[in-house]
């Protein structure tokens, strides 16, 4: 114990004696070659706050310093699958119309590449990286609250986002996006859409409408091997339908939700767990019911023609919705934080904002958009576009993307590991279960 | 075969005295590069593997090396039921690409004439794609509602709730429908490499077609088929693709767990320590194998 | 030259009528067995070739079960789909490298392994039977494992690459280089050593001889340890998926794409890579049998 804390208070003074001429990059490998046979991680302990992004005094890189530099030409944009709005110029190549316009405005391309299909794994894909000290190759990323991202905040491996460079957030985010209980004072984050995770169910292959989460355990409802279940969210999600709410949940209540999974399984009823791609399954007619993301089940009953599609805000005392929240952050070694920073900012003007949300129907971190959807429509009516406008009083009416506040009372965020015991025990209850 | 070397050269002329002492270093200069390559890139990452597998701790608080052996045994006892049945899935598979294989390539070997490598080409043309691609198609043919039973079912000649996708049967055909390459070319170097007048010389005294395939043929190509079996076998334990995509509840493998905990839950040593317990497993077999045939038999590998 | 002596397999079917005329039906059963194997180990060629053309109307554009009409819409635009273009363009980058890289050093160790009696033989061949019998997910967790620790080495640690391009290039060479030195080892043990020996005979010195002898005559198995390498490389999921990170090779892409659709321009890539594959391998069937027959 003493030894290691000898070495940790060595380790601690060769990194002041270095970082005052290093990089962070070459902090963490220099130190490294200086102290023969000491681990990154009792260097990293040796920082205090518990990582790199603890460090106090001129060694912290500064936010105004990082921020404040020329944006570079090229902000290379990480985030899920159908999350953005999307057009098709004349030769039917598909472009981000809103991306565009921010292009036109600031000249600055948007390299949007929809790569992170889960937390989980992207997460696995970068943290090497961000361990090692090296660039990942991106300037936003898009994470969810949850156990990654507060990896990513105690490692100090996102950077503190500069305040004053943020107009348009602190002029119109939500309040549900401000100061938000995961990171306090939006200090490395900023939402890019949040969103209900609930029950779907196809109308045409249910035995009657859907309405609480036993039903997804019933064959004579649903049938055998026919719901998706949504892997990262099930455990947060049984919880809340059980009445547990996750935030003050442990061990004890996680094992009731895993006996509950446990039941499910045993049911027969389930056909897949799922990382994300239920969708597909969801459209193909694969499934009758199951686990759903708000957005994208409005969007292909409102979009796509899945009218036979139905999303279940259930009634009080039937269950709940789990609520989360994707936030776009600036992993370290970004090339253009400058950049990066203006894009977040961008889509918190109501009109931008607004076009993502016509397109992706999740909730939007940003006042106002409702009116603007609502001001198209009009617009769209008066065009002529009938059914177009419909769609947009459709999309401005959904309880998911507009919710009232009985439907947010409903809804409840997921547990917040914050600790590698959690982590540990939380895998070892519900990895057997969707890995069986 | 390369016994020859020593004796040839020191027989030689004088003028390649020289020579003959530069040549003892040859094969060291022609093992050298590869041998260090593999040496780092191989058996290294292996130990750190083993190294990694006795870490504590996590990403939260760092990972620190502390003999933890404890990941080994809540590794097997967690995942218990994925090892039992990986080795009961690539079993099944083995047993399956053995059947399918070992009549094709012995018609090949034995009936192809000069159209065996055609043929050979043929069977190994469709693994130009990627495998993932493959995959996929399987996945889309094998539908509730796909290629093969969306047509099927709307002809009224199976149940409408029947399915394949999604059930243990479809990860054991996607398997074996991926491995049977590594099954069929030491079946097929073994096959080819008999002297086919041994068989005819068989049939002269009188044994029957099949008799002659019991007793000749069939014994000669054991080391091909033990070869097929270990290049299957052991590849299928640790797959873990075919289970994702064309399996569902209750058909992971020890592969799903070994990857979702290193790359998603980033438990390295958990994973490190289930995907040591998999490579002392092979490596056991593997010298059993080694023992009893010698890892120079060419039947293993001269094809492949 | 002498290239008769070597390609005696090939031709020792020809020796004599395996089997008497057998007039029954039984006859057809290897046959049409191998024949169905060849079909249904195609089929998922088939329908990716077809499913190339299928004119969807679906946004966001996937493959569905559903034939809607014929298009050459995908054809025309093969990397219609963000993200593709890169990947692709890190396979076509990757494999020749990785492939040529894997040749030089295979080449050399098979022939060490085929030719010469050394210490360290047998475990040098154990070495490379383990590199090829070893579960693809044991070798890309080893190889996550080295990459994730490198950093942390004291003076190596400074040399660490980065989990992307470096780090997938130096895994598909190390698994790899098994495959071309066994493929050069069986070329090697079955040459006829008289040859070089005559060439010697003849006053040729060693590095003379290899080149102008022995080289030619394993030339062709040091082609196919390549294309072998290549194809390994361009197919790779598994290993790569370990050691990416944040880089995408058409593999990792396709995997990616597939959970919420594949694309259909995912199999126009394919069926040309398909196509190039089997051109090349047909080439250099034909080289052998053209060289076989001189």
């Not at chain 1, 990293?44 to 992004?53: D, K, M, N, W």
């Not at chain 1, 993301?293 to 409102?302: A, E, N, P, R, T």
């Not at chain 2, 040496?39 to 090396?65: A, D, E, H, K, N």
Request: proline share 6%; glycine share 8%; charged share 15%.
């Amino acid at each position: 114990m003493s030894e290691r804390e000898e070495r940790a208070r060595v380790d601690g003074m060769l990194q002041e004696a270095l970082r005052a001429r290093l990089s962070r990059r070459s902090v963490l490998r220099g130190a490294g070659v200086g102290a023969a046979g000491l681990s990154l991680s009792s260097l990293l302990a040796a920082c205090g706050g518990g990582g790199p992004g603890g460090e106090d005094g001129e060694g912290k890189p500064n936010p105004s310093e990082i921020f404040g530099q020329e944006p570079g030409p090229v902000v290379n944009f990480a985030n899920w699958p159908l999350y953005l709005d999307q057009a098709k110029d004349k030769e039917g190549n598909v472009y981000y119309p809103s991306l565009k316009l921010f292009t036109k405005k600031t000249g600055i391309e948007v390299n949007y590449e929809t790569v992170i299909q889960s937390n989980e794994e992207f997460f696995g894909k970068i943290q090497p990286q961000l361990a090692a000290g090296d660039p990942t190759g991106w300037d936003i990323i898009v994470i969810t609250n949850g156990r990654q991202f507060n990896i990513l905040k105690a490692n100090g491996w996102v950077y503190e986002l500069d305040p004053t460079r943020r107009p348009n957030f602190e002029a119109n985010a939500t309040p549900f996006a401000r100061d938000p209980a995961y990171d306090p004072g939006n200090k490395v984050s900023m939402p890019w859409q949040g969103g209900f995770t609930g029950i779907w169910y196809d109308v045409n292959k249910t035995n009657g409408p859907i309405t609480k989460l036993d039903d997804l355990a019933n064959p004579d409802k649903v049938g055998r091997n026919s719901v998706g279940m949504l892997t990262a969210d099930m455990p947060d999600f049984v919880m809340i339908n059980l009445g547990i709410d996750p935030a003050t949940s442990g061990p004890e209540e996680w094992k009731e939700a895993a006996k509950w999974l446990m039941m499910q399984r045993e049911s027969g009823t389930v056909r897949q767990y799922y990382d994300q791609g239920y969708v597909d399954d969801m459209t193909a007619g694969n499934l009758t019911a199951g686990m759903g993301w708000s957005g994208d089940v409005v969007y292909y009953k409102l979009w796509a023609g899945y009218s036979n599609l139905e999303f279940v805000v259930p009634q009080p005392g039937e269950g709940g919705l789990l609520l989360w929240q994707d936030n776009m952050m600036v992993p370290v070694g970004a090339e253009n934080p400058a950049g990066a920073l203006m894009v977040m900012d961008w889509y918190y003007q109501p009109k931008i904002a607004a076009m993502v949300t016509e397109w992706v129907l999740y909730l939007s971190p940003c006042k106002g958009v409702r009116e603007v959807i609502l001001k198209d429509a009009e617009q769209a009516l008066e065009d002529g576009y009938k059914g177009y406008a419909n769609k947009l009083y459709q999309t401005a009416e959904a309880e998911v993307a507009f919710p009232s506040d009985e439907t947010l009372n409903l809804a409840k965020f997921g547990t917040n590991i914050t600790t590698d015991e959690q982590a540990q025990e939380w895998d070892a209850i519900f990895l057997p279960i969707s890995q069986q | 075969m390369a016994t020859g070397t020593e004796e040839r050269v020191s027989a030689a002329p004088a003028r390649r005295g020289a020579y003959a002492r530069h040549r003892r270093t040859v094969p060291y200069w022609l093992t050298a590069p590869a041998g260090l390559y593999l040496l780092v890139f191989l058996v290294l990452p292996m130990v750190i593997l083993v190294y990694t597998s006795l870490q504590s701790g996590g990403l939260f608080g760092g990972l620190r090396f502390s003999w933890a052996w404890e990941n080994y045994t809540d590794g097997i006892l967690q995942y218990k039921t994925q090892f039992l049945r990986s080795i009961v899935i690539s079993g099944i598979v083995t047993v399956a690409c053995l059947l399918l294989a070992y009549p094709m390539t012995y018609w090949i070997a034995f009936y192809g004439q000069r159209w065996k490598s055609s043929i050979l080409l043929l069977i190994l043309v469709p693994f130009f794609v990627s495998f993932v691609i493959r995959t996929v198609q399987w996945r889309f043919m094998l539908g509730d509602n796909g290629l093969i039973f969306g047509p099927l079912k709307s002809l009224g000649l199976l149940p409408q709730g029947f399915r394949v996708l999604a059930t243990p049967f479809a990860v054991v055909a996607g398997i074996t429908y991926n491995y049977l390459p590594f099954t069929a070319l030491p079946l097929y170097v073994a096959l080819e490499r008999i002297d086919k007048s041994l068989v005819e010389a068989a049939k002269d005294l009188y044994a029957s077609k099949w008799q002659a395939f019991r007793r000749v043929v069939w014994p000669l190509s054991l080391p091909g088929v033990f070869a097929a079996f270990l290049l299957t076998f052991v590849p299928a334990t640790g797959d873990y693709v075919n289970a994702a995509v064309l399996g569902g509840p209750g058909t992971r493998m020890i592969g799903n767990i070994i990857q979702e905990t290193f790359l998603h839950s980033v438990n390295y040593p958990l994973a490190a320590a289930l995907s040591v317990v998999l490579m002392v497993a092979m490596l056991i077999l593997a010298s059993i194998y080694a023992r009893v045939l010698g890892t120079e038999d060419e039947t293993l590998t001269a094809a492949i | 030259m002498g290239a008769t002596t070597l390609t005696t397999r090939a031709d020792e079917t020809g020796l004599a009528p395996l089997h008497r005329p057998n007039k029954r039906w039984t006859r057809f059963i290897l046959p049409g067995f191998t024949w169905l194997m060849i079909v249904y180990l195609a089929s998922p060629i088939f329908v990716m070739i077809l499913y190339s053309f299928n004119d969807v109307p679906v946004v966001p554009v996937k493959q569905t079960p559903k034939f809607w009409g014929f298009t050459l819409r995908w054809w025309r635009d093969p990397f219609g789909v963000p993200g593709m273009p890169e990947a692709v363009r890190l396979s076509l980058e990757i494999a020749p490298l990785s492939a040529l890289v894997a040749t030089t050093l295979g080449a050399l160790l098979g022939l060490a392994l085929g030719r010469y009696r050394f210490r360290g033989k047998g475990p040098m061949n154990f070495l490379i039977f383990i590199a090829i019998a070893v579960p693809e997910i044991v070798l890309g967790s080893s190889l996550l494992s080295l990459f994730i620790t490198w950093p942390d080495v004291p003076v190596l640690g400074s040399f660490a690459p980065g989990l992307g391009f470096t780090t997938i290039l130096l895994s598909h060479i190390g698994f790899s280089v098994a495959f071309v030195a066994v493929t050069v080892r069986a070329r090697v043990q079955t040459l006829d050593r008289s040859l070089e020996d005559a060439a010697q005979d003849l006053f040729a010195d060693p590095v003379t001889t290899f080149f102008k002898v022995t080289l030619p005559l394993i030339a062709p198995s040091i082609l196919a340890g390549f294309l072998l390498a290549f194809v390994l490389s361009l197919d790779d999921f598994v290993i790569t998926n370990f050691v990416s990170g944040a880089s995408a090779t058409f593999p990792i892409f396709v995997y990616g794409a597939t959970r919420i659709g594949l694309p259909p321009h995912v199999n126009v890539i394919g069926t040309m890579l398909f196509a190039a594959g089997v051109l090349a391998a047909v080439a250099n069937l034909a080289i052998q049998s053209w060289r076989a027959r001189r």
